[in-house]
């Protein structure tokens, strides 16, 4: 079977796309590898959602920072 490459333009911000390339160098991947990624894993969330519209009420809660006091408790 094999993967199909496919070649995939769309416009974004240019300090999105400096973020995304930031972010890419750091993982060390390429900005395509790193967008082939996350547009694979947002079709998945969109499926999940079943439209765009509540795709988009969806909300990611933030990971809570580690409390010194936490910490020093252990």
């Known amino acids: 079977m094999g993967v199909w490459k496919s070649s995939v333009t769309m416009r974004i911000r240019a300090?999105?796309?400096e973020e995304l390339v930031g972010f890419a160098a750091r993982e060390k991947r390429s900005l395509g590898?790193?967008?082939a990624l996350l547009l694979e894993w947002a079709f998945e969330q969109l499926k999940v959602a079943g439209s765009t519209e509540r795709?988009?009420?969806?909300k990611i809660r933030a990971p809570r920072a580690h409390s010194h006091r936490r910490d020093r408790e252990r």
């Open 55 to 58: 795709l988009l009420k969806c």
């Open 33 to 35: 590898n790193v967008g």
């Open 15 to 17: 300090d999105l796309r």
